[in-house]
């Protein structure tokens, strides 16, 4: 199993960007996806995350300001960020929830996002 991110990069304060993450060896079509972003010297976060029946959730920063979706035939799931700020600067990373509770979560690697203020 495998989750490719990309989409990061730097971009200038207010401006949009967005991320894609596509997963190969195995059908995610039933689990939860979402996004994780860490800081420099802070924990792991919930950005937002996407059921397999399109249920969303955000964080409190970025509600009204991200929009999370998904491909279920590509397997894929995306993350619209708009009005960046620096403080959404962070690696984000890919996230598929097991199907089982005592499954292990499924990580992609990150994708640096840099907002100059």
């Known amino acids: 199993v495998q989750l490719q991110a990309f989409g990061g990069g730097l971009v200038q304060y207010g401006r949009s960007l967005r991320l894609s993450c596509v997963a190969s060896?195995?059908?995610?079509?039933?689990?939860?996806m979402g996004w994780y972003r860490q800081a420099p010297g802070k924990r792991r976060e919930l950005v937002a995350a996407?059921?397999?029946?399109?249920?969303?959730n955000y964080a409190d920063s970025v509600q009204g300001r991200f929009t999370i979706s998904r491909n279920k035939q590509r397997n894929a799931v995306y993350l619209h960020m708009n009005s960046l700020t620096p403080e959404d600067t962070a690696v984000y990373y890919c996230?598929?929830?097991?199907?089982?509770?005592?499954?292990?979560?499924?990580w992609g690697r990150g994708t640096q996002v840099t907002v100059s203020s």
């Open positions: 996407i059921t397999s029946d399109g249920v969303t």
């Open positions: 060896g195995t059908d995610f079509s039933r689990n939860r």
């Open positions: 996230n598929v929830k097991p199907l089982a509770s005592w499954g292990e979560d499924f």
